[in-house]
């Protein structure tokens, strides 16, 4: 593919998430992606260590997905599904079910990770009101918690910046368990961290505070991806859950990261072997080849709230133009296929210790002060720059991108989370990469 010229006027899109001054004097731009590379505008080959955004799982530009959304966008562009339907919205919603933990098999469809929280947010009030318990509206999420952008993504939330700007137009009713990092007891921790369980007994203590009678949910990541990859400590997630069905509150876990085949299971309840009540997933769904978003539902909360509506009234007041769009719809099945066909959430599982033992290799790496992992996920700590936190993670960000690879970072924390279809050789690559980009900062 011959490469094009980099374009002049790179004002008019105001980026996301991005410092867009420093971006624009400075553009790193992608042209095309294939398998486990990115192909730059300036002609380069870049190694894509994080599946560009937790999401790529089945590699760039597999050629079934491709060949599914090309054949609907010819047939079908778009069909409505509010009082309309289209064979392929009920056929996604059956294998994205097939995956989902026994019992969640209600599937709601959304354009995002984020709308995917807010679905579930207010899936849980209505089931509270449908029960006859209506005043149980208070959502419990956790420090460090990232949820998307919605305001009720930013209000369960715990990332601060993402908050600060928005605080008075939070919601309202929101509390925050503590966050489960800590790098005196479990710095270099391979897989889940033995210490840690009774932080989430954090919640009876805010049960007592605000009564359960008051708290419709809880939503946690069950691993924490964006705020720099923070593992559940052994036994953390069933106490979480044994709380909640205690109190009759609703557990939801966010896996827009940790869903298909990230922790090497299709899910990460079944890695966990804990199941919530709601199940929120995105990007992965369909390989990210279109906007798409769901929550899985257990059959209780689905019931409750459709079965408490009358006969041909609209039981729940929520949904979106695109929901299950046929374009994304197509994308999703044939990416579940694929999923399937090459095995890959047991190729992650077999590859990743391999993946573990490579990242912890780093450990006398300069400037690392922890590596944790689970999965095909990792993140590695580094000591900030005095008086000037994040700076060094960026650079070295830079670095490996100049050196043909993309990571994600975030504060001083670099996290990874390739394609599944990744080999061993890249992943010698991916550490062998951040080893030199680390001494070559200071
Ligand atoms: C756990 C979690 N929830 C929600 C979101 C938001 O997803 P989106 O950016 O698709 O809205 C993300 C994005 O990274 C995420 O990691």
Redesign the pocket.
Known sequence: MTSRPVIDDLSNFWMPFTANRQFKSAPRLLESAKGMYYRSTDGRDVLDACAG??CVNAGHGRDEIVAAVQKQAATLDFAPTFQMGHPLAFEAASKVAELMPEGLDRVFFTN??????DTALKIALAYHRARGEGQRTRLIGRERG????GFG?ISVGGIAPNRKTFSGALLPSIDHLPHTHNLEHNAFSKGQPAWGAHLADELERIVTLHDASTIAAVIV?PVA??TGVLIPPQGYLQKLRDICTKHGILLIF?E??TGFGRLGAATASEYFGVKPDLL?M??AINNASVPM?AVAASRTVHDTIVNAGAQGAIELFHGYTYSAHPLAAAACVATLDLYRSEGLFERAASIAPKFEAAVHALRDAKYVKDIRNLGMVAGVELEPRDGAPGARAYEAFVKCFEAGMLIRFTGDILAFSPPLIIDEAQIDQIFQTVRNALASIQ
Do not use: R
Not at 146 to 149: F, I, L, S, T, W
């Open positions: 955004l937790w995002s990770g984020s709308e995917s929280v990232y949820h998307g952008v993504g990541e991806g964006s966010d827009v990261i929120t995105a990007k978003g």
